[in-house]
């Protein structure tokens, strides 16, 4: 059975740091891209981007380019999202899926359960 | 970028047959997905490549897509179909991104 398991709540500081995780498992963690979607409070799904495991390619919608870092740990078959400096507006639930199906018709079949950030002074 | 416009709101009576638009500047030629979240949940893949539907999803649901329009149709509805929904497609033009439509909330009534 795939799954993916993401880290807990996170409560943080404008400015601080922040890295947070999704495992997968029940399939070959390396042979699928993982991608990250924001759900701002009481809006819709954006996509943010995504990595290859297998070879570290990462692609990320202009608007969240220079804003996170999208990494893997093959070893642990572990996706990160990361901030340097993070901002109230960045308080949200994320998740992260797995992506089928070749580029022009991808989807994502399996979600993890999110990630809630809050960002508050 | 590409774009796609869902309306925010449909409402529907139980046993009913529901129709969600998604539109999009000759949608007819990509691939249309979608999705179903109920609140507090993540989301769930509904509909793929325009009319498939995966494993454990009722025949109730359906799709199609023709012309600027894709269409989620979600037949005998019931209360428990009452969720967010998505559509999506893969914005292979110069951004190369993976772009949701604005969602339905889907009442019933």
């Known amino acids: 059975e795939v799954q993916l398991v993401q880290s807990g709540v996170e409560v943080k500081k404008p400015g601080e740091s922040l890295k947070i995780s999704c495992k997968g498992s029940?399939?070959?963690?390396?042979?699928?891209?993982i991608g990250w979607v924001r759900q701002m409070p009481g809006k819709g799904l954006e996509w943010m981007g995504m990595?290859?495991?297998?070879?570290?390619?990462?692609k990320y919608r202009a608007s969240f380019q220079g804003r996170v870092t999208i990494s893997a740990d093959t070893s642990i078959s572990t996706a990160y999202l990361q901030w340097s400096s993070l901002k109230a507006s960045d308080t949200a639930m994320y998740y992260c899926?797995?992506?089928?199906?070749?580029?022009?018709?991808?989807?994502?079949?399996?979600w993890g359960p999110g990630t809630l950030v809050t960002v508050s002074s | 970028s590409y774009e796609l416009t869902q309306p925010p709101s449909v409402s529907v009576a139980p046993g009913k047959t529901a129709s969600i638009s998604c539109g999009g500047n000759?949608?007819?030629?990509?691939?249309v997905h979608w999705y179903q979240q109920k609140p507090g949940q993540a989301p769930v893949l509904l509909i793929y490549?325009?009319?498939d539907r995966p494993s454990g999803v009722p025949e109730r649901f359906s799709g199609s897509n023709s012309g600027n329009t894709a269409t989620l149709t979600i037949s005998r509805v019931e209360a428990g179909d009452e969720a967010d929904y998505y559509c999506?497609?893969?914005?292979?033009?110069?951004?190369?991104?993976?772009?949701f439509g604005g969602g339905t909330k889907l009442t019933v009534l």
């Open positions: 899926a797995r992506h089928i199906g070749a580029e022009v018709g991808t989807r994502l079949d399996h």
């Open positions: 029940g399939y070959s963690f390396n042979s699928y891209w």
């Open positions: 990595i290859y495991p297998g070879d570290s390619d990462t």
């Open positions: 000759n949608i007819e030629t990509k691939s």
């Open positions: 490549y325009d009319r």
């Open positions: 999506q497609v893969w914005d292979s033009g110069s951004d190369h991104d993976l772009v």
